[in-house]
């Protein structure tokens, strides 16, 4: 079981920064892809950035290329989203989630492919 507990949301204005934390629980996180979300009042849950385990591959959705960079720090359980340039559309709920997968499998991009999930954190961006 992993535990994920997501820090660093709240109002910014636009074109104003944040940066949220994800902090695991598990001794060998290095061992599971990570993923960023975001759900929107009425609307589904999506992908916003993965990471690899190793940290040395990332993925981002085509709506934050640019903007944001995910990065993680294994000797601290941490993984990071550095959110940059923030648009009003960027308000939702952020999600921290872990994916345990062989390290060579591509970073997974859909809701269910990943196994835990942080509670949220609430980024508010006004315009």
């Known amino acids: 079981q992993v535990q994920l507990v997501e820090s660093g949301g709240g109002l910014v204005q636009a074109g104003g920064s944040l940066k949220l934390s994800c902090v695991a629980s598990a001794r060998t996180v290095s061992t599971y892809h990570m993923g960023w979300f975001r759900q929107a009042p009425g609307k589904e849950r999506e992908f916003v950035a993965g990471?690899?385990?190793?940290?040395?591959?990332?993925s981002y959705t085509d709506s934050v290329k640019g903007r944001f960079t995910i990065s993680r720090d294994n000797a601290k359980n941490t993984v990071y989203l550095q959110m940059n340039s923030l648009k009003p559309e960027d308000t939702a709920v952020y999600y921290c989630a872990a994916h345990k997968v062989l390290q060579y499998l591509a970073i997974a991009t859909m809701p269910r492919d990943y196994d835990y999930w942080g509670q949220g954190t609430q980024v508010t961006v006004s315009s």
């Open positions: 990471i690899s385990g190793s940290g040395t591959r990332t």
